[in-house]
């Protein structure tokens, strides 16, 4: 049983900071990218940052400078540093993580259950 789990979200004033997690666990035999997606009210899934376990990173424009993603391999784990939050980053975070579970030959995408960030004063 592969599974994401996310923790991290919150209320947040603007200018504040975040970090979110997540872990993957279960029968997973290698991770090949983990990434953070968002989505807020109305709108549609936007990528905000993901990494290759070669190390390369992605991120929206929007974010460049403020959030910062990094991963660690041993634990399955993936972060997403958030700093100098907006409103308009206000939205549900969704981790993701493309991997090759136990017994199968091909890549899985697989989802985290979301984590709410709410950036308010």
């Known amino acids: 049983q592969v599974q994401l789990v996310e923790s991290g979200g919150g209320l947040v004033q603007p200018g504040g900071s975040l970090r979110l997690s997540c872990a993957a666990s279960?029968?997973?035999?290698?991770?090949?990218?983990m990434g953070w997606y968002r989505q807020a009210p109305g709108k549609e899934r936007e990528l905000v940052a993901d990494?290759?376990?070669?190390?390369?990173?992605n991120y929206l424009d929007s974010v460049k400078g403020r959030f910062t993603i990094s991963r660690d391999n041993a634990k399955n784990t993936v972060y997403l540093q958030m700093n100098s939050l907006k409103p308009e980053d206000t939205a549900v975070y969704f981790c993701?993580?493309?991997?090759?579970?136990?017994?199968?030959?091909?890549?899985?995408?697989?989802w985290g259950q979301g984590t709410q960030v709410t950036v308010s004063s």
């Open positions: 993701n993580a493309k991997l090759l579970p136990g017994g199968w030959a091909r890549w899985n995408d697989y």
């Open positions: 279960g029968s997973i035999v290698i991770i090949n990218a």
């Open positions: 990494t290759t376990s070669g190390g390369s990173t």
